[in-house]
């Protein structure tokens, strides 16, 4: 997204954001929706419960290129769960993700390491211009 029209969104998003007038379905509105962005970053590995006690929905994995947040997904129970994602600094303790104690707790992962996906998700603004406004 041209970094200009990013620019414009927000401010106008910042500006709707603190009207407490009914909506207009005339009026310009920005949605905010969360989108799985695989090519910004995408992982298959196993996942482990991490032994450190910091509380969160967290992951750390190895060779990520920027903070994220990201969606991880056990494939063999089906359950997700959308974490903030940091790179790792060091090795992940043999494992290619480590997951919070509550992330593994809603992805149903004990002990053993977990075979899981981890796909970046991003937050894009989404300007809705009703038809007769410009």
């Known amino acids: 997204m041209n970094p200009v029209r990013y620019l414009v969104i927000l401010l106008i998003a910042g500006t709707l954001s603190g009207c407490d007038r009914p909506v207009n379905p005339d ?6 929706e969360p989108t799985e962005e695989p ?66 707790d809603a992805l149903g992962i004990g002990e053993e390491p977990v075979a899981v996906t981890v796909t970046a998700v991003r937050v894009e603004p989404n300007l809705v211009v009703p038809k007769d406004v410009f």
């Open 27 to 32: 009026a310009l509105t920005v949605t905010l």
């Open 39 to 104: 090519e910004a970053f995408y992982r298959e590995g196993l996942g482990r419960r991490t032994t450190t006690d910091a509380p969160g929905l967290w992951a750390v994995v190895s060779q990520l290129p920027r903070a994220e947040s990201a969606v991880i997904r056990n494939p063999r129970s089906g359950a997700e769960v959308t974490v903030a994602l940091f790179a790792a600094r060091r090795s992940v303790g043999g494992s290619d993700i480590e997951i919070s104690a509550e992330a593994a």
